[in-house]
């Protein structure tokens, strides 16, 4: 589609050079010889291109009259009268770009490129976040059950405000979709959302991830770098398994929650910055608070407004409504005909108990989508993990002979770290603890704890 371009300008010559131009290069024109003239036809144009000095108002005017029900169109200004302080207050009034008479026409046709593609950036920026927005809308965050409507009725209280949220649930109850619902929803929904996961950052490098470096602050730092804080400047932070994130690295998130205030790596300029925090934990960080491992005053800060996300096992009337979901949304993805789910495999798949939770019950959807061949997915088609639980026969004791808790213990811990040849952030994950609740434990057993 071809794009429209009006120009104002009162220099009948001038104007009609501009026209023969833009008509030449494929642009509709039209064209206005005042600012009350081209206000006519401002709404219909795709590029607004004006004169600053114009009889009547003047082109200053133009561009405020024209933000005042148009933010979208660009608004280039030409003028003779050039100085930085006329093409600066042109700028803050709205213009996107200015041309000093006397311009090339090749200039021209580069700065009136660049504006619109400018809007076209723009313009496609905004289409996704209104797709982002209706995707975590709550018509299309699948639960049906009594309480997943509370947890709703609490995001829409809670995500107008900049209280600090702490999500718990186990692995795949969809944590980071709540997180993200509870952005969008709010008044930052056009700012930034910054995910961190803590468990995946070494602990040598997450106060320069979390919170930036300055250059020099460390070998290989050649130049300043902001923090992930500073990215989300303004909008949004989601801090995923909280319960790893180190004692060192407690007391700044911690001062960043009271003061929103921080230090770069290798500086002692304060900076200040505008967030509001969503932290996630699958792990009950009570029973760290009496370990030790995980500070109380920071626990408190980010226990504002907890939200219990109940795993499937505990709303087993929303499955029939995840699978259909599912089922539409992966078939094409997979390459599947697969239209509909039968009855009887709505029935198997809520006999399950669901160890993974929603994103186990997706991932069966999606294995099962691949190995149907017919329309309609049915019960024999659904691949479950039947696998038996270890357990220990009636009335054995669990512990091996000749063994104390506190050594078996030990013995399970070294196997961990063996088996994660050393790396206790995996360990802690094989165990099903916080990286600091095996520090704590290492360090109860007298063994290196860095």
């Not at 090339?104 to 723009?122: G, I, P």
């Amino acid at each position: 589609m071809k794009h429209r371009i009006l120009i104002v300008e009162d220099e009948d010559k001038l104007r009609r050079v501009l026209e023969l131009q833009l008509r030449s290069a494929g642009y509709e024109v039209d064209q206005a010889a005042s600012a009350e003239d081209g206000l006519k036809l401002a709404d219909r144009a795709d590029l607004i291109l004006t004169d600053l000095r114009l009889p009547g108002l003047d082109g200053l005017e133009l561009i405020a009259r024209v933000r005042l029900q148009n933010t979208r169109t660009p608004i280039v200004v030409m003028t003779a009268f050039g100085t930085v302080e006329t093409a600066v207050q042109a700028m803050k009034k709205g213009a996107a770009d200015f041309l000093l008479k006397p311009f090339s026409l090749d200039h021209l046709m580069t700065v009136l490129q660049k504006a619109l593609e400018l809007r076209a950036l723009r313009d496609e920026n905004r289409e996704l976040r209104e797709q982002l927005g209706q995707r975590y809308d709550f018509e299309n965050i699948i639960g049906r059950s009594r309480v997943m409507q509370e947890i709703f009725a609490t995001i829409q209280r809670v995500a107008a405000t900049r209280a600090t949220v702490l999500l718990a649930g186990e692995t795949g109850t969809g944590k980071d979709l709540i997180a993200r619902a509870i952005h969008f929803h709010s008044p930052r929904r056009e700012r930034p959302f910054v995910k961190i996961n803590c468990s995946a950052l070494p602990e040598n490098l997450m106060e320069s991830e979390l919170f930036g470096f300055e250059k020099g602050a460390f070998t290989g730092a050649v130049a300043a770098k902001p923090g992930k804080f500073e990215q989300a400047d303004t909008g949004t932070v989601f801090l995923d398994e909280i319960g790893d994130v180190p004692p060192s690295i407690q007391v700044k998130l911690l001062r960043v929650l009271q003061e929103r205030e921080f230090e770069r790596l290798g500086s002692n300029k304060t900076r200040h910055i505008d967030v509001r925090v969503v932290a996630a934990t699958n792990l009950d960080l009570r029973a760290a608070l009496e370990q030790g491992t995980f500070r109380e005053d920071l626990y408190y800060r980010l226990n504002v407004v907890p939200l219990n996300l109940p795993s499937l096992r505990e709303r087993p009337e929303d499955i029939p409504f995840l699978a259909e979901h599912f089922v539409r949304k992966l078939a094409s993805a997979v390459g599947s005909s697969v239209e509909s789910i039968t009855e009887e495999a709505i029935r198997k798949l809520m006999s399950y108990h669901w160890p993974g939770n929603v994103r186990e019950l997706e991932n069966v959807i999606e294995r099962s989508l691949v190995l149907c061949g017919g329309a309609r997915l049915e019960a024999a088609d659904i691949k479950l993990d039947t696998a038996p639980r270890a357990r220990a026969a009636a009335g054995e004791f669990p512990l091996p002979e000749g063994m104390t808790l506190d050594e078996y213990e030990q013995v399970i811990i070294r196997e961990a770290l063996r088996r994660a040849d050393g790396n206790k952030s995996q360990a802690a994950r094989l165990l099903g603890l916080t990286r600091n609740a095996l520090r704590y434990r290492l360090s109860q057993m007298g063994l290196d704890s860095g």
